[in-house]
């Protein structure tokens, strides 16, 4: 177990952990998870780097107010964290929900990212499960107070871990489900959720995507991690990150589901690490970057899907400065 942090800021108690020295990596979890999602990963992490892993506002033991759970809200959040923290640049590692944190906190503040590593993330295309689209109901938080009454709630969880258990590829992810929908007993975290999903997903999917922008990965080392069996998000993202982001890095893990970090643990920290080690963080320019800007992708934007036309990468990347 690691010791959890607290910090107050803008009036709001926020969550982490910090452990390790070297170069920082700033952790993101999930939709309904919290810090403890990275525990199969963080002490083999923390012994190259300075292991930075928050429970996003309305998540885990930060707090649950009626707030901001926008992405870019999220994103400046993790902007103020390293600041009180003393921390000017990270490797920003993300998961689901984390991934489109830390694809718009790149976008946000370049000048403080030095590589994405995003790990079956959201953003890349609308199709996502049901589940998660029925969160957006207005009657999602009404079934879900009824759904974990006492005894209910513990025979819901109870199958679900049981059905974690039986071998079958498609149900691997459900022990992690099962712990989501036990946080939901606590009425501040349904709210919570409820906001955030309905921030980012309508009833036909995701509503962010990074296709326009995705032409500035050129000048920032961009990794990304797929299990092969993923239920929540289709696996074929990775393929809509090829074509977007030509100059990405594209992992899978074979035998493994949304989660494949926690499924595979030494495989996930060998790709971040051997990634890592073989890139070079971009210095940012201003002038470089309003470049980019002004010149924007190069052929059609749409929203994401495979098939669609790749970018090409954009002719002024950001010069590169050598890891330390």
């Known amino acids: 177990m690691h010791r959890v942090q607290r910090l107050?800021?803008?009036?709001?108690?926020?969550?982490?952990?910090?452990?390790?020295?070297?170069?920082?990596?700033?952790?993101?979890?999930?939709?309904?998870?919290?810090?403890?999602?990275?525990?199969?990963?963080?002490?083999?992490?923390?012994?190259?780097?300075?292991?930075?892993?928050?429970?996003?506002?309305?998540?885990?033991a930060s707090d649950k107010p009626r707030a901001d759970y926008s992405i870019g809200g999220y994103a400046n959040g993790m902007r103020d964290l390293l600041t009180v923290l003393g921390i000017e640049r990270a490797t920003v590692v993300g998961h689901s929900l984390g991934g489109g944190v830390a694809m718009q906190f790149a976008y946000q503040f370049p000048e403080r990212t030095e590589r994405m590593i995003l790990l079956a993330p959201g953003g890349i295309g609308p199709e996502v499960t049901p589940l998660i689209r029925a969160v957006t109901l207005p009657a999602f938080t009404w079934a879900m107070k009824v759904a974990t009454l006492p005894g209910l709630r513990q025979a819901n969880v109870a199958a679900l871990q049981l059905l974690a258990r039986s071998g079958i590829p498609q149900t691997r992810d459900l022990a992690e489900v099962a712990a989501i929908y036990d946080s939901f007993k606590d009425r501040a975290t349904r709210a919570a959720i409820a906001h955030v999903v309905r921030a980012c997903v309508d009833w036909r999917g995701q509503v962010i995507t990074m296709a326009d922008r995705a032409y500035l990965t050129a000048a920032m080392p961009m990794c990304v991690i797929w299990g092969t069996e993923d239920m929540v998000i289709p696996a074929s993202h990775a393929e809509i990150v090829r074509q977007i982001a030509p100059g990405a890095e594209v992992d899978y893990v074979a035998?493994?589901?949304?989660?494949?970090?926690?499924?595979?643990?030494?495989?996930?920290?060998?790709?971040?690490?051997?990634?890592?080690?073989?890139?070079?963080?971009?210095?940012?320019?201003?002038?470089d970057w309003r470049d980019m800007l002004l010149g924007g992708p190069v052929g059609p934007v749409t929203p994401a899907r495979a098939g669609d036309r790749p970018l090409r990468p954009v002719r002024r990347p950001l010069r590169r400065r050598r890891p330390a």
Do not use: M, Q
């Open 255 to 287: 035998n493994a589901g949304h989660f494949p970090h926690r499924d595979h643990p030494d495989r996930v920290v060998k790709l971040i690490n051997d990634f890592i080690r073989t890139t070079e963080a971009p210095e940012y320019h201003r002038d």
């Open 8 to 60: 107050v800021i803008h009036g709001h108690e926020r969550a982490f952990v910090k452990v390790g020295t070297g170069p920082v990596l700033l952790l993101l979890h999930g939709l309904g998870c919290d810090h403890h999602t990275w525990d199969p990963i963080i002490d083999r992490l923390a012994r190259r780097y300075t292991v930075v892993a928050p429970d996003l506002l309305g998540h885990g």
